[in-house]
């Protein structure tokens, strides 16, 4: 389609951008340098000192009595879905857009065996609180599963990277302890969410029982998440954890990047804030009828773009930013992702600079003016 790309990628004449997601991006040399430096021993056997340090670190840092160094945010899902729901006949309830439910390959019943519930998300990551009281199953009889923990997801994904409402968390705390039902939070990126609420993160965390995120997003690291919880919920995740095949040797290697993580990485994801608000300020500035933003949902570092499915197909969009032409005045390679059937999405980190933020807003808006023109052109003929 595009046959006149001049500009190769192997030869350093196009800015390469990616956004597909904050997954990709790269340690910094600080955390390079501590994973070298780092004292290790046998993590299975309680022998790693810096994943001891790493673990105490992050249990503070969000106000619980204890931590666990896991693979991923999916692993750490999974053992809290596994230790809570640990009786056969288990039933969880989840938003319908949640990544637990729609991204992990159905781990919660493929390999703990627990069915979800659904609650439908509301645009903001919330849902109804009434929907919530009308699924858990008060008094169960012989026929039905047991209501066993309740997941929310903080910051939404499939909302736009949306911060859930402190107040609204609090009542989802308060009707899950009328029932003795446990909260666990998906927070993958749950110091995005703090950074925009201006809070400590154990507020962000206080009415949830357990809480994963991930060191492997918008803070830099190289692999890993941390689950928080518990002594006695953190002392069965383990032999979850050992189960799954997750249990580290000289993990402290990884670790250390975690620390600096945590030392030096928060605060700083503001700045990933600001340059995504800008990107989606230059897409809602087109004022296309095609393409839009909505300015008033973007708090932290995603944006989606929405598009005109009876006008452009995805891939080709995604195709046609990551391609640079002959004639494009924008010599910039964009690429970004697409999760749900009407929309992409632009994910920020640490390693994109204020020039990279600067044409990636030049190549969407070149890009949506071909459009524009292209059908104000076919409106035209007809």
């Known amino acids: 389609m595009y046959e006149k790309i001049i500009k ?32 290790v021993g046998d993590n299975v056997y309680g022998e790693d000192p810096t994943v001891d340090e790493l673990e105490q670190k992050a249990a503070e840092l969000l106000g619980k009595e204890d931590a666990l160094f896991v693979c991923s945010g ?42 979800t519930a659904l ?3 509301n645009e903001d990551g ?9 699924r858990i199953r008060k008094n169960p009889d012989m026929h039905e599963p047991k209501t066993s923990l309740i997941v929310v997801e903080n910051t939404h994904n499939l ?13 989802v705390g308060f009707i899950a302890a009328e029932h003795n039902i446990p909260v666990h939070m998906d927070g993958a990126r749950l ?14 965390v206080k009415d949830v029982d357990t809480v994963c995120f991930c060191l492997s997003k918008g803070l830099g690291c190289p692999v890993g998440a941390v689950l928080v919880g518990s002594k006695s919920f953190i002392n069965e995740a383990k032999h979850a954890r050992k189960a799954l095949g997750g249990g580290w040797r000289q993990a402290g290697i990884l670790a250390a990047a975690g620390l600096v993580a945590l030392d030096s990485m928060i605060d700083r994801l503001q700045v990933d804030h600001d340059h995504t608000f800008k990107i989606a ?23 989606i773009m929405y598009i005109d499915r009876t006008k452009v197909e995805i ?68």
């Open 281 to 303: 300020r230059a897409i809602y500035s087109m004022k296309s009828n095609i393409f839009k933003a909505d300015l008033s949902t973007v708090q932290t570092n995603i944006v």
């Open 126 to 134: 919330t849902f109804s609180l009434d929907e919530l009281r009308e």
């Open 119 to 121: 609650v439908k998300n």
């Open 74 to 115: 999916t692993m750490a899902n999974l053992i809290a879905i596994m230790v809570h729901c640990n009786k056969r006949g288990s039933e969880l309830i989840s938003g319908d857009r949640s990544h637990t439910f729609r991204f992990e390959q159905g781990g919660s019943a493929q390999i703990a065996g627990v069915q």
């Open 191 to 204: 110091m995005n969410a703090a950074v925009y609420l201006k809070v400590p993160p154990r507020r962000v």
């Open 159 to 171: 909302c736009g990277g949306k911060v859930l409402p402190l107040d609204w968390l609090e009542k």
């Open 315 to 382: 891939r080709e969009l995604q195709r046609r930013l990551q391609t640079v032409l002959e004639t494009d005045t924008v010599k910039a390679s964009v690429r970004c992702s697409s999760l749900n059937w009407d929309c992409v999405r632009f994910v920020l980190y640490h390693e994109i600079t204020s020039e990279d933020v600067q044409l990636v807003c030049e190549k969407i808006q070149l890009v949506i003016s071909e459009y524009d023109e292209k059908f104000r052109l076919r409106r035209a003929v007809h």
């Open 8 to 39: 190769s990628e192997l030869n350093g004449d196009v800015r390469i951008v990616d956004l597909r997601s904050d997954t990709i991006s790269k340690p910094t040399q600080a955390m390079r340098e501590a994973m070298y430096t780092a004292i």
